[in-house]
């Protein structure tokens, strides 16, 4: 298993920036693809973006490409996602988590280890 802790999260403007943080203590961090996912008050949780395990592959919904981007750090057990122009429908909760061996990269129901989430308000 591996336990995830967002952080990051915030009020910003519309058009500004936001770095967002998934960190572990567990020592099995470096072996677990990651997922952002998020979600708006009523609405179903909706894939983000995705990280390969040693970050030699990413994915990004359609709805951030251009904006969000993700990364990892494995010798400091986090996986990040800088939100670049935000807007205001990007408000959510957003969670990192972490799926299991076979797994789609965006399907919400393959990820079997969740953080807590971290709240992004964008004002307009």
């Known amino acids: 298993q591996v336990q995830l802790v967002e952080s990051g999260g915030g009020l910003v403007q519309a058009g500004g920036l936001l770095r967002l943080s998934c960190g572990s203590s567990?020592?099995?961090?470096?072996?677990?693809?990651i997922g952002w996912f998020r979600q708006a008050p009523g609405k179903e949780r909706e894939f983000v973006a995705s990280?390969?395990?040693?970050?030699?592959?990413?994915n990004v919904a359609d709805s951030v490409k251009g904006r969000f981007t993700i990364s990892r750090d494995n010798a400091q057990n986090t996986a990040y996602l800088q939100m670049n122009n935000l807007k205001p429908e990007d408000t959510a909760v957003y969670y990192c988590?972490?799926?299991?061996?076979?797994?789609?990269?965006?399907?919400?129901?393959?990820?079997?280890?969740w953080g807590q989430g971290t709240q992004v308000t964008v004002s307009s």
């Open positions: 988590a972490a799926p299991r061996y076979q797994y789609r990269f965006a399907d919400v129901r393959s990820y079997v280890y």
């Open positions: 567990s020592r099995t961090f470096s072996s677990y693809y």
């Open positions: 990280i390969a395990f040693n970050g030699a592959s990413t």
